[in-house]
């Protein structure tokens, strides 16, 4: 299980034109009528041909393709990677060069092989915004895996050039992996403070209500309250 990162997003500007930034950023409604108030892919789409498994199987594939192309002047490791395809079974020799096969064309086409390496490099986080509510009148909550996504709030602050948007996160590794900053117009000015700092745990507590009830500030700075 990763770690979850809560994210916070304040779309500073009059109702008219929050309720337009939250319609463009609205997905699909769950099968159990859970609302999706933003969806990575209307900021970014990602391409469907991505939406394949990824797998060290298909990474194997790819490989042993191109080390046939090479012969025959296959490196060693070349040569690992056709004796270990050479080994498998049919049926599971097959499913590795089919997905080789397309992990090689969306590399060519994308420069990623599948959905995995693409939302990591273009979204900043493995998979869509999690656990999301919107808390009236204009706050975004979602949740990520292992990181924010402010390169993402900038992307998306291009849309709208004429809005500010604040955005802050925080790990579940209280006081560590936050940041805090403000979009606009495709720019973004961010912090990022050393991991264990004041600043770092004050941006976990802006992010967290109520988490600072549970520290004390010390010389020695935010610790646990006794």
Known sequence: MPNYVTNRLEINADRETVQKVMNFLKGKTDDDNTPCYIDFNNIIPMPEELLIEASSSG??????????QRKPFNSPDDLKIIQWMEGLTEKDRKEALQLGVLYLENQRKYGYTTWYEWSIATWGTKWNAL??????PNV?????????V????????????????????????????VGR????????????????????FEIAFFVKPGLDEYFELTNEGYKWRA
């Open 181 to 200: 900053g403000t979009a606009r117009n495709g720019e973004i000015d961010m912090t990022f403070p050393d991991g264990g700092s004041n600043e770092a």
């Open 150 to 177: 402010p390169r993402l709030i900038r992307k998306h602050s291009e849309r709208f050039p004429d809005v500010e948007f604040h955005y802050a996160y925080a790990d579940e590794d209280l006081g560590y992996n």
């Open 131 to 136: 656990h999301q509510d919107f808390e009236e």
């Open 59 to 68: 990474e194997r594939g790819m490989q042993y393709i191109t080390a046939i």
């Open 140 to 148: 975004l909550w979602f949740d990520t895996a292992w990181d924010g």
